[in-house]
């Protein structure tokens, strides 16, 4: 294990005031040196951590690119996923790194607003964001480089956090994902270009911004850089943990101290999927290396199921929960998650029909690509990985002989 | 109402427009490719009769595009589908910037599609 993001006083001590973020970090650069941090981001080699992976240095320039010095930040922190809890914490303990890196991303793509968007069913995230905004407020320093900044509580919903979602509910209520193009960055909050992204991305950019790009390389792979923030479930000492890039599952195992069974690891969530396996626990967890052997790093989850846990059932369980958070907008999501989620549901409890799970294949290869947002993508995509990881059980559930594991209720931590 | 169907049309129907598309392979694409508006589609359906070569529809009669440019011989029929979806759902879009369906998890940032309504007026289909 290793701290940069969670450096610094102990987590359970609550939010880290401003006077101790400072005295521990320094302060942010000055108003000239933040117009360069785009690129410093990207020689960085920082990868977005809401799931997608993609360079942060990028999007800032192509957000700066269009922005005409109103463009808008807004600070995703609505972690509607189920398994995840970095983001809260991160939010609850060093509530500064994240307005920080708001601050800097505005002057960077031109922003005169900032949106903090967090879970409104986090409350002590959300206790620690609006108290770090006024600790800032008070600090007469800061009037220089001070930009409007506000506080929206996201409803508890998994698609809240979709960005065009997101986008949505701050204009008009609505959390439901629209059709792009054009996508955020294009025209976003009030019509204008909109800059989203996930507070832990924020974070890293605000100590990027503090010690350098050769800082950040120092730790992590030399394809992906740094560290990243974990959420573990399924083990011993579940929890948050804050790993180096290429960290193994074997090792997150170690840490929290699972048995090193080589078995089923549910990695990135419900938009992630299931691997398995000695080659799977000895994979590097760095996104670019998890995704060419077809699995994901998504938001970080690391969710081990234990021996007396059905992999049939607890993906039965995710599926119900895909279909039911669907915005229920485009019928491929309405109608072929529920069928999808229905048809799981009955193999798990050994009452599959003829060709359930024919059926199931069948339409796991149907939905990607069909949606307004990407849901139903990764619930295939989480299906998919089940169908591949838990084939033998799967088999075993369609013939009604019902589950080789145990009976124990998977439940998220 | 739909409800569900006889299973595996979807499949079926995906090598059904595999066959029928592959007709027109290498006989000159346009430098369009067909796009949908998912939200507002209602599955009416029309857009799969008018051109069975491109579009096919799942087991609950929403549709599955062929991926690719429309081959140039196919662009008419395109056009009469595009212009008679009930809902406007259905465009044609520039192929160069035809990301609206990315199959990776797609960055926030990729390259916006540029939609090019088919004849008719232009119409905004976003909200």
Same mark, same amino acid.
């Given at each position: 294990m290793t701290a940069r993001l969670l450096a610094g006083p102990a987590l359970d001590a609550g939010p880290e005031p401003l006077a101790g973020h400072v005295a521990r970090l320094g302060p942010l650069p000055g108003p000239a040196e933040r117009q360069g941090i785009a690129p410093l981001l990207e020689s960085a080699g920082l990868l977005g951590?809401?799931?997608?992976?993609?360079?942060?240095?990028?999007?800032?320039?192509?957000?700066?690119?269009?922005?005409?010095?109103?463009?808008?930040?807004?600070?995703?922190?609505?972690?509607?996923?189920?398994?995840?809890?970095?983001?809260?914490?991160?939010?609850?303990?060093?509530?500064?790194?994240? #307005?920080?890196?708001?601050?800097?991303?505005?002057?960077?793509?031109?922003?005169?607003?900032? =949106?903090?968007?967090?879970?409104?069913?986090? *409350?002590?995230?959300?206790?620690?964001?609006? *108290?770090?905004?006024?600790?800032?407020?008070?600090?007469?320093?800061?009037?220089?480089?001070?930009?409007?900044?506000?506080?929206?509580?996201?409803?508890?919903?998994?698609?809240?956090?979709?960005?065009?979602?997101?986008?949505?509910?701050?204009?008009?209520?609505?959390?439901?994902?629209?059709?792009?193009?054009?996508?955020?960055?294009?025209?976003?909050?009030?019509?204008?270009?909109?800059?989203?992204?996930?507070?832990?991305?924020?974070?890293?950019?605000?100590?990027?911004?503090?010690?350098?790009?050769?800082?950040?390389?120092?730790?992590?792979?030399?394809?992906?850089?740094?560290?990243?923030?974990?959420?573990?479930?399924?083990?011993?000492?579940?929890?948050?943990?804050?790993?180096?890039?290429?960290?193994?599952?074997?090792?997150?195992?170690?840490?929290?101290?699972?048995?090193?069974?080589?078995?089923? =690891?549910?990695?990135?969530?419900?938009?992630?999927?299931? =691997?398995?396996?000695?080659?799977?626990?000895?994979?590097?967890?760095?996104?670019?290396?998890?995704?060419?052997?077809?699995?994901?790093?998504?938001?970080?989850?690391?969710?081990?199921?234990?021996?007396?846990?059905?992999?049939?059932?607890?993906?039965? #369980?995710? #599926?119900?929960?895909?279909?039911?958070?669907?915005?229920?907008?485009?019928?491929?999501? =309405?109608?072929?998650?529920?069928?999808?989620?229905?048809?799981?549901?009955?193999?798990?409890?050994?009452?599959? *029909?003829?060709?359930?799970?024919?059926?199931?294949?069948?339409?796991?290869?149907?939905?990607?690509?069909?949606g307004a947002c990407r849901h139903p993508d990764g619930a295939v995509g989480l299906l998919r990985s089940a169908l591949r990881t838990f084939d033998d059980d799967f088999n075993s559930h369609q013939r009604g002989r019902g589950c080789v594991a145990g009976r124990r209720a998977w439940a998220a931590a | 109402m739909k409800t569900s169907r006889a299973s595996s049309r979807d499949q079926a129907n995906r090598q059904d427009i595999r066959r029928k598309g592959d007709a027109y392979a290498g006989v000159g694409s346009s430098d369009l490719a067909l796009g949908i508006d998912r939200i507002t589609c209602d599955g009416y359906g029309s857009c799969a009769e008018l051109l069975p070569e491109m579009i096919a529809l799942d087991d609950w009669g929403y549709p599955i595009l062929r991926p690719g440019p429309v081959p140039a011989a196919l662009l008419g029929h395109a056009r009469m589908a595009v212009d008679t979806c009930p809902v406007l759902a259905l465009r044609l879009v520039a192929v160069a910037r035809a990301t609206m369906a990315p199959a990776t998890n797609a960055p926030a940032t990729s390259a916006p599609a540029a939609a090019v309504r088919a004849g008719g007026p232009a119409r905004s289909t976003n909200r």
């Open positions: 951590r809401g799931g997608a992976g993609f360079p942060v240095g990028r999007k800032w320039s192509s957000v700066a690119s269009r922005s005409g010095g109103r463009a808008v930040v807004l600070a995703n922190g609505a972690e509607g996923e189920p398994l995840s809890a970095k983001d809260r914490v991160l939010m609850s303990t060093r509530p500064h790194l994240v #307005l920080d890196g708001a601050e800097l991303a505005a002057a960077a793509v031109g922003a005169d607003q900032i =949106v903090i968007y967090v879970g409104s069913e986090h *409350r002590a995230a959300r206790a620690a964001i609006e *108290r770090a905004m006024d600790e800032r407020m008070a600090d007469m320093r800061r009037i220089a480089t001070r930009v409007p900044t506000e506080l929206v509580a996201a409803p508890p919903t998994y698609i809240a956090g979709e960005e065009s979602a997101a986008v949505h509910f701050v204009n008009d209520g609505d959390a439901r994902p629209v059709t792009t193009p054009p996508r955020p960055f294009e025209r976003g909050i009030d019509g204008r270009p909109t800059l989203v992204q996930n507070v832990e991305s924020l974070a890293h950019a605000a100590l990027i911004a503090r010690h350098g790009d050769e800082w950040y390389r120092g730790m992590g792979r030399a394809e992906t850089p740094g560290t990243a923030l974990i959420t573990i479930g399924g083990a011993p000492r579940p929890g948050v943990a804050e790993i180096e890039i290429g960290t193994t599952l074997a090792d997150v195992a170690q840490i929290a101290g699972a048995p090193a069974s080589l078995g089923p =690891v549910l990695l990135g969530g419900y938009f992630g999927g299931w =691997v398995a396996g000695p080659s799977a626990w000895q994979t590097p967890l760095d996104p670019q290396e998890l995704r060419r052997a077809g699995s994901a790093f998504g938001c970080g989850v690391v969710r081990f199921l234990r021996d007396d846990e059905c992999g049939v059932r607890a993906t039965a #369980l995710i #599926l119900d929960f895909m279909a039911g958070q669907s915005a229920a907008q485009c019928g491929p999501c =309405v109608f072929g998650l529920r069928a999808i989620a229905d048809a799981t549901a009955r193999l798990a409890q050994g009452t599959a *029909r003829d060709d359930d799970l024919r059926r199931v294949g069948g339409w796991s290869q149907t939905l990607a690509g069909r | -």
